[in-house]
């Protein structure tokens, strides 16, 4: 089954909503990362999230950058999305023991408390900034918060990653929100829907669509803007390596050299390894040279 998100609106024109399935994206970043469970969980939440937040920009080349800075044992993950689909991203420590409640995984435990900060590349000259305090460390209420405090629009949030062992059985979530004119009958309702709103995970184990998610949190008549299909992707390159060597400066680079014979340089949201041989680090320091 393919990941992607989809986008709609209401029939009143008073809620928009957002729906995911990002199971294949999370497989990709356990597979990289080699994460244990608590963290695959905490890294999907974040990863859904920067998901449905790339379909909001509004252009393809828009980005945004998800930093979740916790001081729980996980440390930071980050997370950066396009407005083409594309999402990578990386978490400090991989491979944590996570604490359990229950038949569930404790990532509030294993994020820790701290603060989420949102940065958005929309072509323009600063980029925008935004950040709220972790309010509770299980991810989705803490993105709920930030739409509501940062960016003053209020939202309701649901993640959810279901894992076993290596594998993510089920990933996705939703992002509802309020427009300018939404009237209390329309609030009442959507909390009541919310509320009955089972495990999201278990829901896209058994089979449930965005789509059904989305109708079943906002009602039958809603209209679905649009559908965005969601990969794993990262822009780094050999390329770009070559050129974060090549910015060190001669007297690091043939210190390198000297020292260990090559360089090698590991893409953090990948994990993805360049080799650059000693012939090779000898041809960048001529070309720094020039």
């Known amino acids: 089954m393919e990941d992607y998100v989809i986008r709609a609106i209401s029939a009143d024109g008073a809620v928009r909503g957002f729906a995911a399935r990002t199971t294949n994206l999370v497989q990709e970043l356990q597979q990289r990362h080699r994460t244990f469970p608590v963290v695959s969980a905490a890294l999907g939440r974040t990863a ?3 998901a449905m937040m790339g379909v909001t920009l509004k252009e393809k080349n828009h980005k945004v950058l998800i930093r979740v800075e916790g001081d729980g044992p996980i440390g930071r993950i980050m997370v950066d ?18 604490k359990s409640k229950g038949n569930k995984l404790d990532v509030a435990s294993a994020v820790g408390k701290g603060m989420i900060h949102i940065i958005k590349d929309l072509g323009l000259k600063e980029p925008y900034r935004g950040a709220s305090p972790i309010i509770s460390g299980e991810l989705a209420e803490d993105f709920t918060y930030y739409f509501t405090a940062s960016e003053q629009t209020p939202s309701s949030v649901g993640l959810g990653v279901l894992v076993k062992g290596d594998e993510i059985l089920a990933s996705g979530g939703y992002m509802i929100q309020l427009l300018p004119g939404a009237g209390e009958e329309v609030i009442q309702k959507l909390e009541q829907r919310i509320s009955r709103l089972s495990s999201i995970s278990d829901r896209l184990k058994n089979g449930e669509t965005p789509e059904e998610m989305l109708r079943f949190l906002m009602g039958d008549d809603l209209e679905i803007l649009g559908k965005s299909p969601v990969q794993f992707q990262c ?17 690091e680079i043939e210190s390198i050299r000297d020292e260990l014979g090559r360089a090698e340089v590991v893409c953090h949201f990948c994990n993805e390894r360049y080799l650059f041989t000693d012939e090779e680090l000898e041809r960048i320091l001529i070309e720094e040279i020039d």
Do not use: F, I, Y
């Open 235 to 251: 822009n780094c390159s050999r390329e770009r390596s070559k050129a974060m060597l090549r910015a060190l400066g001669k007297e």
């Open 48 to 50: 859904t999230m920067g």
């Open 81 to 98: 999305a396009d407005g083409q689909g594309h999402v990578r991203g990386c978490v400090d420590q991989p491979q944590v023991e996570g």
